[in-house]
């Protein structure tokens, strides 16, 4: 039976509070397009995802209008190519052109997938992939990228993460005249999940079906706008409780969309992402939920333990309303992407250490964050490494994607527009970390890890 009550709360959720699905995502196999020709593999994979992928714009439109909920992004994931180049050997920049041509032929946002996991050393494909990394991503548009360079099973590959740091590097100065953009597509994980809808680290996992639907939920203006509600007086359970309903709600709305696009689409429904995923629209912040639990300034002292309440109750909520749940799950901190974080970081509130110890207990890691140019690739390894260890120990998903601002000093900003949104360039602690990094080698799998 329905609920009118419940319908006006949805209804207004959509209008007055920026409730939307952020992304629904088309995971597809392409374990079949391997090929030792690397032209034809290349023909198979754009033919393969064509064919699976050409209603996924169409469908997700039909469902905007038939339920008035905003479907911001439709994209695509695929299998790490990494596992094709292994195969056909070649140019993986070929397999990179090819995703981006199908993704603007289908009309999508993003495809993800340009992508390898190293975390206990590198197989057949790896390292041309990721030495390909910056040239591919200056060379496409709707190309995302990720390298998974650690795990709690595994430890951490310190090689990779030497690799990437420079990686990185090249990225941004191969596009230093796009707003260093390259960067803001490419993601390095710790605990990758092969299940994630949203961009720039969703790939497709090997033990995945064929072809699945995900859906990425967002709604921190509604959570925010429930906790504004709330007595002044209001505890700390109180607000928790609040929040775990909420999430609930937005859970369900998801739910419903993902599951009637993937009938539509004739696929399997894969999971859906509760994420809190910011915008750098007003009333769409996750600094300002935490802001509105109580703290001045999102960074300011409590900032740590008020994100840790909110991802679990995010988490508690969105598990009660579907049995799918998946992916990352919980509350994004992309600094860029979020009106309340960029604020606080030009304030000098919201610092790099600030936020790391942050991705101790949120959803991902150091997400979307300006750095000055002049950083070394050393840095920015050593800036991965602590990320990487800090998911490994906690076993949890973290990841880091920073954007190393060519010809920009501490204090100015980068502006990409869109949802990737603008920001300050933070300050990055420069003394070298440069002999640790080149020791190389793989930090060990913590004690945890041996659970069998």
Do not use: W
């Amino acid at each position: 039976m329905l609920n009118t009550s419940d319908i006006m709360e949805t209804i207004t959720m959509i209008q007055d509070e920026n409730l939307d699905i952020r992304t629904i995502t088309m995971g597809i196999s392409l374990i079949d397009c391997a090929d030792t020709d690397i032209d034809k593999s290349c023909q198979k994979v754009y033919d393969k995802i064509y064919s699976h992928a050409k209603d996924l714009v169409k469908t997700g439109e039909f469902i905007e209008k038939k339920y008035g909920i905003p479907i911001v992004n439709k994209r695509v994931s695929v299998t790490p190519i990494a596992l094709l180049c292994g195969v056909s050997g070649g140019d993986p920049v070929k397999y990179a052109k090819t995703l981006d041509k199908v993704a603007h032929d289908i009309g999508i946002n993003f495809i993800g997938g340009y992508s390898t996991l190293v975390q206990k050393g590198f197989s057949a494909g790896d390292m041309e992939l990721i030495e390909s990394i910056p040239r591919a991503l200056s060379e496409t548009e709707l190309v995302c990228s990720s390298v998974n360079v650690g795990s709690t099973k595994a430890g951490i590959n310190m090689d990779a993460v030497k690799i990437m740091g420079q990686k990185v590097r090249e990225t941004a100065e191969l596009t230093k005249d796009r707003q260093c953009i390259g960067d803001a597509k490419l993601v390095v994980f710790c605990n990758a999940v092969e299940d994630n809808p949203f961009m720039a680290g969703a790939f497709h996992g090997v033990s995945e079906a064929d072809c699945v639907l995900s859906v990425g939920v967002s709604g921190p203006g509604v959570v925010r706008s429930v906790l504004s509600k709330m007595p002044e007086d209001a505890t700390m359970n109180e607000i928790a409780e609040v929040i775990k309903k909420t999430a609930f709600k937005i859970t369900r709305v998801g739910q419903l969309a993902g599951t009637e696009a993937a009938e539509m689409l004739g696929v399997k429904f894969g999971i859906i992402d509760l994420s809190l995923a910011p915008t750098p629209a007003v009333g769409d912040s996750v600094a300002h939920i935490l802001e509105e639990i109580g703290l001045e300034q999102c960074g300011a002292h409590g900032t740590t333990a008020a994100l840790a309440m909110l991802n679990d109750a995010v988490k508690k909520g969105g598990l009660m309303a579907s049995s799918s749940v998946g992916g990352l799950s919980g509350a994004f901190i992309p600094v860029t992407e979020d009106a309340g974080m960029i604020d606080a970081a030009r304030a000098g509130t919201l610092s790099i250490e600030k936020l790391e110890a942050m991705t101790a207990v949120c959803s991902v890691g150091l997400d979307m964050i300006v750095i000055p140019g002049d950083t070394t690739a050393e840095v920015i390894s050593a800036i991965i490494a602590d990320e990487a260890a800090i998911g490994m120990v906690n076993s949890k998903t973290t990841a880091v994607r920073v954007i190393p601002a060519i010809g920009l000093a501490e204090g100015e900003e980068l502006d990409f527009g869109g949802l990737l949104g603008s920001g300050p360039v933070m300050k990055v602690r420069t003394k070298s970390p440069a002999k640790m990094i080149n020791r190389g080698g793989r930090i060990p799998a913590p004690l945890q890890s041996l659970k069998n």
